[in-house]
């Protein structure tokens, strides 16, 4: 149970796994007023940045869940190098069935609502580990303008238009599924900027090291098509953002 290798070449030079700067996760932290000691499981934690910087500057004490021994590997170095190893704890797993044994008080998963088969389904996992009066966590993809065309749509890592909301969607979605929205951040073009063009040259490198290697034409392909379908599409088109939201 891994993610396929092309994921870890996209990410490897990334601490976060998603179109957010180091300074809007801190924000993020500020932002839902995290209390010395309060418990966070993090499903799909990737590298594990936000566990650990947060466990650093809050002092939380945290879990997080991942399929990718690559990225467990890189969060638990990134816990030792930041010394908060005796805080925060990675396990490998499937986090589409992870149910917290003892309920949190912040239950999250930062863009992998894939897990739950969209924003709902994740919604109702996340609820089971929270306890009450708990914050959970959302990161959403949303759409920023309306998608021109079929092409515009799979550009933007979607199937059909009803794959993302608009952001006052993906508001009343929470509302709707009884959930108040009490904090965002959002993702800006600059955010994005460093997460998509820095997978460019994770990919260069690699293809550069590894020109022989099985996956280096799938890399290829993408690395050559990928720079114009960002910028002429998914940069304008599609937001991104986490919401906090608490059950009323």
């Known amino acids: 149970m891994d993610l396929p290798r092309s994921f870890t070449i996209r990410e490897s030079s990334h601490r976060i796994l998603n179109p957010f700067t180091p300074e809007k996760l801190a924000t993020l932290g ?4 995290l209390r010395k000691g309060a418990s966070v499981r993090d499903l799909c934690c990737g590298k594990g940045e936000m566990l650990a910087t947060w466990a650093r500057d809050h002092d939380i004490a945290g ?34 069935v992870h ?18 088969q969209g924003v ?5 996992l996340l609820e089971r580990s929270l306890r009450p009066g708990g914050v959970m966590l959302i990161g959403e ?6 998608p021109p065309s079929q092409e515009a749509v799979e550009a933007c890592h979607a199937r059909s238009r009803e794959d993302h909301e608009t ?3 993906l508001i009343s979605l929470f ?13 800006d073009e600059d955010s994005w900027d460093r997460y998509r063009a820095a997978q460019w040259l994770n990919i260069r490198t690699w293809l550069d090291a590894n020109p022989d290697d099985e996956l280096a034409p799938e890399m290829r ?13 998914e940069r304008s088109l599609l937001g991104w953002g986490v919401f906090a939201l608490m059950k009323r």
């Open 30 to 33: 500020a932002a839902i007023k």
């Open 63 to 96: 879990t997080g869940v991942d399929i990718s021994t690559v990225f467990l590997a890189a969060a638990r170095e990134r816990a030792a190098e930041l010394g908060v190893a005796d805080q925060v704890t990675f396990v490998h797993g499937d986090a589409a």
């Open 99 to 116: 149910v917290a044994a003892e309920r949190v008080d912040v239950a999250a998963c930062i863009g992998a609502t894939w897990i739950g």
């Open 120 to 124: 709902a389904g994740t919604v109702a």
């Open 141 to 146: 993809p949303f759409w920023r303008a309306e």
């Open 167 to 169: 952001l006052p969607g």
């Open 175 to 187: 509302d709707g599924l009884g959930y108040d929205v009490v904090e965002m951040v959002l993702a």
């Open 221 to 233: 392909a993408e690395l050559s098509a990928d720079p114009l379908r960002y910028t002429r599409f």
